[in-house]
């Protein structure tokens, strides 16, 4: 152990001592703080490579998730368009009613003196509950025109907006049609 610690001062006759036992301590701490901090830095080296390594494997994950997110949003911006055009849809057909009942009341309410000439029902695309009627009666006239529009309003519907043209031998009838909510 002479080797590893030794006196710095060695002892001199007539001049001085050597250093106190509690000297001796001093080359020991020096190895002891040398192994440590070697330690010390391959712990922290150790440690910053672990930190980089969680840190690129949670921007991967960080990245994978933005990714994932954006097809997310990019499928449920399809599903709100698709249910807004399904509600628009749905909207359109509850305010739509079938036109087939109004044909044939007026087909029923024809007497054996007058003939339908022409009849058009065109439903507005923008409000389906408005129809729009074009009705020509050959014959009878405006009472035969009467006679069909109490069968229609038999039905629930109201006529807005009517004109009637007489003529000759026929009379012209157009109305909007709205059916009367209960």
């Known amino acids: 152990m002479n080797y590893l610690i030794h006196d710095i ?16 301590l001093i080359p020991v701490l020096f190895y002891l703080v040398s192994a440590g901090s070697i330690v010390l830095s391959a712990y922290f080296y150790l440690s910053k490579k672990a930190y980089e ?31 807004k055009k399904a ?8 305010g739509s009613r079938p036109l087939q009942p109004v ?32 009705f020509k009666v050959d014959g009878a006239g405006a009472g035969q025109i009467e006679s069909s529009l109490d069968s229609i309003y038999a039905l629930g519907y109201e006529t807005y907006s009517a004109q009637q043209v ?17």
């Open 166 to 182: 007489k003529g000759e031998k026929s009379t012209d009838f157009q109305a909007t049609l709205i059916h009367k909510s209960k």
């Open 87 to 94: 509600e628009v849809v749905a909207k359109w057909l509850e």
């Open 9 to 24: 001062k060695s002892e001199r006759q007539n001049v001085s001592g050597g250093l106190p036992a509690g000297y001796k």
């Open 53 to 83: 390594t969680a840190e690129s494997d949670y921007r991967n994950r960080i990245s994978q998730a933005q990714s994932e997110e954006g097809s997310l949003q990019a499928k449920q911006k399809t599903i709100v368009t698709e249910s």
């Open 103 to 134: 044909t044939v009341v007026i087909g029923r309410s024809i007497n054996k003196d007058s003939t339908i000439a022409e009849l058009s029902l065109e439903r507005n695309p923008d409000i389906p509950a408005h129809t729009f009627m074009q």
